[in-house]
């Protein structure tokens, strides 16, 4: 038996509760965990990526990200279904849960992979995205936590059936929160959950000028994203920061507009399915890294790419 492990907010399930559902009906039987106060009918479309059932601990003190409480569930789950292994998102919650639930499994942590197994080992990228390394793996116990986006479900009409599950929590399992750094108003798109991301770097010359970059955003149904020196000198938000020492993506498209592609932006971005980057300085190194690359200023390509996004939102 698989149990995974789905991250919700506000009431909704998040994006990669589809892919890890999806990779987890790669290894058998799936029974999907949530927490938290969410309906049920929203929990039954676990059913389309693979689920079986979904046993569910109401409990509205774990709509906050708590390690203590969090792994105590996930081990209660496990033992009530019997499973051997245990997916769940490397995401923030995955990256502090995953550790812990290993430890009380006495297991082995397979973390951050990005493809089911295949002859006897699993693959995950190494030293910022440079390198694939391959982890043995022959079958028994074990936690995997997957990159989000390196799933792409495939779904059907299915429903998972939705079961309570109790749980029982002490003071100490929520002494302290994983407070989220991503602002989720608004109705902003999550970075980490985005497949287009547009961001901006210090070609762009203040934060005045960030409104086509914007528009942008909106007309494609991305994410914004900045530079660390944008973040840094307070035109952009920090939990915009991509890049090594801030926040590691995989969208389907990333579009850089005024950045120069310095190695530690790079290590955050390299994996996006496809890089377009618009600089007007044709030695930027970002253009060896990119699939398509527009040479020319910004503030005169940005209008152009916003009026035929528009024009193919309007025949859509």
């Not at 397979?110 to 043995?136: I, Q």
Request: glycine share 10%; charged share 20%; aromatic share 6%.
């Amino acid at each position: 038996m698989i149990l995974a492990f789905v991250e919700t907010a506000h009431g909704t399930l998040k994006k990669t509760a589809l892919e890890v559902v999806q990779f987890a009906s790669g290894l058998g039987e799936v029974t999907a965990l949530a927490l938290g106060s969410i309906p049920d009918t929203e929990l039954a479309k676990l059913g389309q990526a693979g689920a079986t059932k979904v046993l569910h601990i109401a409990d509205e003190a774990l709509n906050g990200m708590y390690s203590r409480a969090y792994t105590k569930a996930i081990c209660a789950a496990a033992g009530q279904v019997h499973a051997d292994v245990i997916v769940m998102s490397h995401s923030s919650t995955g990256k502090s849960v995953a550790p812990r639930v290993s430890v009380r499994m006495q297991c082995p942590l397979f973390a951050g992979v990005g493809a089911l197994p295949e002859n006897g080992s699993m693959r995950k990228t190494v030293f910022s995205g440079k390198a694939f390394a391959d982890l043995a793996y022959q079958g028994g116990k074990a936690v995997i936590s997957i990159n989000p986006n390196s799933i792409t479900p495939v779904l059907s009409d299915k429903a998972a059936t939705v079961e309570p599950l109790a749980c029982s929590f002490d003071d100490r399992d929520f002494d302290y929160t994983i407070k989220q750094t991503i602002d989720e108003s608004g109705g902003h798109i999550p970075l980490p959950e985005a497949e287009i991301v547009v961001s901006g770097g210090r070609g762009m010359k203040g934060p005045e000028n960030w409104g086509p970059i914007e528009e942008l955003a909106q007309l494609l149904g991305a994410a914004t994203a900045c530079s660390r020196p944008v973040a840094d000198v307070g035109w952009r938000p920090h939990h915009e920061h991509v890049g090594q020492t801030g926040i590691t993506i995989k969208p389907n498209l990333y579009i850089a507009i005024g950045i120069s592609g310095a190695i530690q932006h790079l290590a955050g971005v390299n994996q996006s399915k496809v890089i377009v980057v618009i600089n007007k300085d044709p030695e930027a190194p970002f253009f060896k890294a990119a699939d398509y690359g527009i040479v020319g200023d910004a503030f005169d390509v940005l209008p152009k790419l916003i009026e035929a996004a528009k024009k193919l939102k309007q025949s859509a």
